[in-house]
Each structure stands twice: as C-alpha cells, then as structure tokens.
C-alpha cells in the first residue's frame, strides 16, 4: 500500500471518529430540542404478525403483516439466554454499558480498515446501531449512513433501556426471505421456539442476520456451515464455550429446508381473528398438543374417505364449556374436500342423536323405566310410519335395548308421548336451536333427524350427560363470552344419569380401541352425515363425517364410518380418564321383576297409533331417493364402488330390475347391493312376490 493511499485511509478513519466526537457533542448539549425535532421512527417496530395461542400460552397459528413478512412478538425471557450471551459476545461485548456507539469498537474498526487496505472488517456497529438501521432502512453503505446510524442510537439509548433494546432487535433483525425476528427464524428453520436452542443453532442464529440472504440454509447451504462455524470459534477463542462442545456443534448439520409455521385450528383461529380483530395477541381455549394429534387423525384418515369426503370433530371439557380441540376438516387446505368449510358449525341433519334426550324426556314423565318392554314392529302414526335403519324389526324389547340399538319405532312412540314441542323446549334449555323445515311446524320426524343441528351445539346439549342434566354453554376463545353453565336443565339428574347409563353398555364398534365411553351414533336421511357423540364422567367429543356438499354417500353410517374415528379420537387425545358418576341420592334402580304392573310394558297414550302388517305395504325403494345423483368413484382409475339399495314394504322375495335387466337372483333381503357398469343415468326398479314394483332414476358419478 502506497504512503498516499495509506494517509487517505486514515484521514477517512479519523473523519468518522471525529464525525462521532461532533455528532455526540450536538447530542449532548441539544438532545432535548434534536429528540423533539427529529425523533427516531420506533413506532414502525410496532407492526408485528398476529398470533393466535392455545390455553398454555403455545403457538397454535400467526399471520404475517400486511407486507407479508413473519415478525413474530418476543420477549427476552421467551428467548434462550445462551444464545443471548452468545450474540452480545459476537455483536457487541460492551453493550450493557455504551451509550448507544461503542468507541473502542469504532477505534479497533478504523485500525482494521487501515490495515486491510480499506476493506471493512469490522463495521464497529453496536446493537443499538443496527436496531437504527432496522427501523431506518437505507440502501447504501456510506460514512454519511453510519453517522446517521451514530445518531440514531444515542436517541435510542435515550428513550429506551437495555432490554427493550435488546427486544427490540430481536424482534426486527432479518433471518433469510421473508423471515424476520428470533422466533420467526428458530420455527422456520428449526421447528421450535427459540426458549432452547442447541449450540449449533444459536450460533446459526447469531451469524444469519449480517447477511440473511447469503446464509439462507436453505439456499446457501455451505456459507451458512461457514457463518456459523465462524461464531463458534470466535466463542471459542474467547472462551465462553468449552472447546469440546465446540467441535460437537460444529459437527452438526444446518437445516436444508425451511419449515411451515404453525399452523393449527385454521377454522377458530380465523374466527377469532375477524371476531376479536383489535387484539394483536388472542389466547385461546384450545390445546395445541390434543389439537396436533386429532388433525394428524383427520389427516390419516382421509385417505380412506372418499375423494370428497370431509370430517370434523369437536372436544369439550363438558364441566367447563371449554373447547380443547376443533376440527372442521380433514384439512383447510384440501381444495377438494372443501377444507376451507368449518363443518364444527355447519348445519346438518342429526340423524339418532337426538333420541337420548326423547328417552330422558319419557324417563322424567315416569313413563318408562330402562328395563320397561316396548314395541318395536310396524306402526302408523296418522301416515309417519317410521322403519329402522336396516329395515327390519326386534318384536318386543326393552328400553334399554331400544336406545342402545337406536330403533326406530319405539324411539317415535315415547316422541308421541312427550311431544315434539317439548322435545325443541328441552334443547332450547342447552343453548339449542333446531333448524326446522320453513313454514312447518315440529313433527314427529325430529325425532329421527327431522331438523338441522351443528356438532357444535350437539357437543353442548350432550353436556348435560356430565353435568347432571344441565348443559355448560361451550366456548373457545373466538369471542367474549366466557363460558357458562345454562340456568335450565335440559334434563332431570335421575333421567340423565339413566340415560348416561344406558349409552355407556353400548358396544364399541368392531375393530375400535376398547375406550370406556358412553356413546350414541346417528345417520341422516339419504347417508348424507355420519355422527358419533361420547363422553366419559367429563369430556364430550363429537365426530361428523360426510361430504361438505350435503351429496349422498353409500354405505355411510354412524356406527361403520364415524363410530370408530370416534374411539380412535378418545384414545389420541390422552385425556385422564373420569368415571361416570354414582347414581343420584334416592335413584332406585329395579329389574323387570320387582317393576309395577304400569311399567312392564309401554303401550302409549294415543289409541290413534296402530300396528300394521309390513307386507301389506307396496314395496318403497327409500334409498337412493328419486332423481339422486350419487359418487361411486373410488378415488383412482378402478371400477366403481356398489350402490347400497334400501327397501321398504312389499312381500319378499325382491327381484332388483336395472336398466331392463333382471340382476341375481330373487331375495328376501330389504338391503340390495348393485355396481353399475358405468357413470350416468340409470332405472332401478324392484318387485315384490306379489308382482308390485317401485322405481326410482338415479345418475351415478364417478367422481
């Protein structure tokens, strides 16, 4: 280096300490009229993502600013301190006590400027510096920028203590992309909140924010093995860290690709964001760990749903009304499920979950006891008559077995008895609204699924089954109400532990995990939705499953498709298990044999109800309804899935006519199973021994 070119490079050096001497001088004697004039613009940093919490304070969902960057709020004691100690030691070793511009660094930079020949070393930039950069954003890399900077940081220092400095920084400083802020950079590229780093990724961390984009791990793979290699044997050399750990962490790989951030409980944390819109922060009711595994569940479990298929679920402490998990799809995502659709709140036909409060309804009017025996044949109640869900009937049974095999007829027997009105009453009491049918009034087919109703509010009612009879209003945090236990109960204590009781001796479905819940199931008119709703002594979680589309899908129903996601849905949640609670002070259960004369047998109160014979009946083909368009596709390119027909009435043997042509051989069977030879519209027709026949025309999809 020539004597000239040296004696500019320190007269350049010397302008800038001198600049610092100048500018701190002005500072000085005119910060309070400098500070007035021309404050540093902090309020910029106030702009951060919005974040969406579970119950425990953990990331289920943020979002990014309106510019679309990731900066995620932070707080020093969120962060770990090793990396904190590791920054100031590599960044600025003085920073607890400079005012803001550090003159030895500014000393030791020029030095090194001189000597590399003018090429910069060391910048000689404080913490507080580059916060002013951050905040201040200037493209050039000048002496005029660096004074800037100089000035900028005593204003900082003046307005601000260490630790929000420090906060601050943290919060603003780039890590790669559109990735800004400590915590940003440790879930993006390492999946976990920056409370615990490893040395290799504190150090990683630390080395990121001089050149973000030219240490992208996930771009740049070899500079970042370099940046952070440098970290560490700068620690090293001023022996923070034992020499062992350092070869250790410098052993161990950068991340290759950059993760999603949370993302969990889309549905509710899009609610809660429209709906509680001024809060930069909102915490929810939800855990993210129960949260995780039932959306993995969903997730798995949409691969053997239909291509269109969706689910949702719901889990409720039902003491507290307080929601732990809501899913409302296999995915928000999945375009072709619709995922973007929360079904948690969409409005469906219940099919039998209703029916244990009509049971509870008749157990408080004293009109039947468990082990009452009822009827369960063909009746006619003035032109409703019901049938089972397999078409066929069990004679006499008890009320017991009625409930727990969800049959029909003896269902809409006691619903004659209490009424319709009452029934809409009595859920009206748990916080629930049935949609009814417009301009019709409440008729005996709301007892079998007549009306429409949301898991949501099907989750509350089921409550009452752990609250004695009384409903605990269900809440998660999207809005301001805090949860509540309804005034009325929706049952009586004794009525709701009778039926508590009974659902608890149903069958899990074959094939579940063997979990100790009560349970009811329910199917929709046209295996539109599949419903499942448990609870043990004091959970309840609800399971819907169907197409968003409200399209019919063959071979759905609450015991084969929703039952088991049910119990599979117990079991990953890893709740402690509640017993059901002891039977109500003065309950007296009794067999059949020591029961009074009245309550034998039911026989009903309206003489109006009459037994017919079935086979007096033409036949009725009840599924697929007429003009049905219905999706046999299999998801690939196979052939096409059977079409379950349902039969009602007639005489048998049945004899199923497609299209012209005759199918198989008569049978006596009410459930027929037809594969089209191909998609589009077709005839089916059935006809009974008698030669009477039914027909319906369907198009069948195969998508």
Avoid: C
């Amino acid at each position: 280096m020539t004597m000239s070119r040296r004696t500019r490079l320190w007269r350049l050096a010397a302008g800038g300490l001198g600049g610092f001497v100048l500018i701190a001088g002005l500072v000085v004697f005119g910060l309070e009229r400098a500070d007035r004039a021309y404050p540093p613009p902090l309020d910029m940093a106030a702009e951060v993502s919005r974040e969406v919490l579970d119950r425990n304070g953990k990331l289920l969902r943020a979002y990014t600013t309106p510019e679309g960057v990731w900066r995620l709020p932070v707080t020093l004691d969120a962060v770990d301190p090793d990396y904190i100690n590791m920054l100031l030691a590599y960044e600025d070793r003085r920073f607890r006590t400079h005012w803001g511009v550090d003159p030895v660094a500014l000393v030791r930079a020029a030095v090194q400027f001189v000597v590399n020949g003018g090429r910069i070393v060391s910048g000689g930039s404080t913490i507080t510096m580059q916060l002013a950069r951050l905040i201040e954003p200037r493209a050039e890399r000048s002496l005029s920028a660096k004074l800037r900077q100089m000035a900028r940081a005593l204003q900082i220092e003046r307005r601000l203590g260490k630790d929000e400095i420090l906060s601050l920084y943290l919060t603003l400083a780039p890590y790669g992309g559109n990735l800004e802020g400590i915590r940003a950079a440790s879930l993006a590229w390492f999946g976990r909140e920056p409370r615990k780093l490893s040395l290799s990724q504190a150090a990683l961390l630390v080395a990121l924010p001089q050149s973000p984009e030219a240490r992208r791990p996930d771009r740049r793979r070899a500079q970042a093995l370099l940046a952070r290699n440098r970290v560490l044997a700068r620690m090293k050399d001023a022996g923070l860290i034992p020499e062992s750990e350092i070869a250790r962490a410098s052993a161990a790989q950068v991340p290759g690709r950059r993760l999603a951030m949370p993302d969990l409980a889309a549905h509710t944390a899009d609610l809660a964001i429209r709906q509680r819109s001024d809060e930069q922060t909102t915490t929810l009711t939800l855990d993210s760990d129960i949260q995780q595994r039932l959306e993995t569940l969903a997730t798995e479990t949409a691969g053997r749903l239909g291509t269109r298929q969706s689910l949702a679920m719901v889990l409720a402490d039902g003491r507290t009304g307080e929601v732990l998990a809501s899913v409302g799809s296999t995915g928000h995502l999945d375009a072709g499920r619709a995922g973007a659709i929360d079904m948690t709140h969409a409005v469906r036909s219940p099919g039998s979950t209703l029916k244990p409060f009509i049971y509870g309804l008749a157990f408080e009017d004293a009109l039947v006891v468990p082990e009452t025996l009822i009827d369960d044949t063909p009746a006619d109640f003035s032109g409703y008559r019901p049938r089972n869900f397999d078409r066929g009937y069990m004679g006499e049974v008890s009320i017991r077995q009625a409930l727990q095999f969800s049959l029909n007829v003896p269902a809409v027997r006691l619903l004659e008895a209490v009424g319709p009105q009452r029934l809409l009453a009595r859920l009206r009491r748990g916080g629930t609204r049935l949609d009814l049918p417009p301009g019709g009034a409440p008729g005996l087919a709301i007892g079998l699924g007549g009306a429409g109703i949301s898991l949501r509010d099907l989750v509350q009612l089921y409550t009452a089954f752990v609250n004695n009879g009384t409903a605990q209003s269900l809440n998660d945090g999207t809005g301001p109400v805090a949860p509540k236990q309804l005034e009325q109960p929706v049952l009586a204590a004794d009525a709701s532990w009778r039926v508590a009781e009974i659902l608890s001796g149903v069958s899990a479905p074959q094939g579940a995990p063997r979990v100790a819940i009560a349970y009811k199931t329910g199917t929709s008119y046209g295996y539109r939705d599949a419903w499942a709703i448990g609870f043990d002594g004091r959970y309840v979680l609800g399971v819907w499953v169907g197409r968003p589309d409200a399209a019919p899908v063959p071979g759905l129903s609450g015991i084969e498709t929703a039952a088991p996601l049910l119990f599979e849905a117990f079991v990953r949640a890893g709740l402690e298990r509640v017993d059901f609670p002891a039977p109500p002070a003065g309950l007296v259960v009794r067999s059949r044999r020591s029961l009074p004369h009245a309550l034998k047998r039911y026989r009903g109160r309206d003489a109006a109800i009459s037994t017919v014979a079935d086979g007096s009946l033409p036949p009725q083909i009840v599924y697929p309804p007429q003009n049905a368009r219905v999706a046999l596709g299999s998801g690939g390119s196979g052939p096409l899935m059977p079409l379950v027909i349902k039969l009602q009435g007639g005489a048998g043997p049945y004899r199923l006519i497609a299209n012209g042509r005759a199918l198989s051989k008569p049978t006596r069977r009410r459930v027929l199973n037809w594969t089209p030879d191909s998609p589009g519209a077709s005839t089916l027709t059935v006809m009974d021994a008698e030669g009477r026949a039914a027909s319906v025309n369907v198009f069948i999809d195969a998508n």
